[in-house]
């Protein structure tokens, strides 16, 4: 078996806005690594094994054990 790579996604305005509220890092940081994300998915999708979207167009996390669970089910 070996490991599995796991891609946790969601709403990106949702992320976006929870990533601005930390204020740890510039909005520039966030626009740098989806450009990275975006000009790299050809290579970046074809090794995730499971993609599972963290957070909700509510703004809501899915919290630690339902995430846990989630895992175990895919």
Do not use: C
């Amino acid at each position: 078996m070996g490991a599995q790579l796991w891609w946790f996604d969601g709403d990106r305005d949702m992320a976006l806005d929870s990533f601005m509220r930390r204020g740890t890092v510039s909005k520039a940081a966030w626009d740098y690594q989806l450009l990275g994300i975006s000009q790299n998915w050809a290579k970046i999708g074809v090794v995730i094994d499971h993609r599972i979207d963290v957070i909700g167009s509510d703004g809501v996390y899915v919290p630690p054990d339902k995430l846990y669970e989630m895992m175990l089910s895919e």
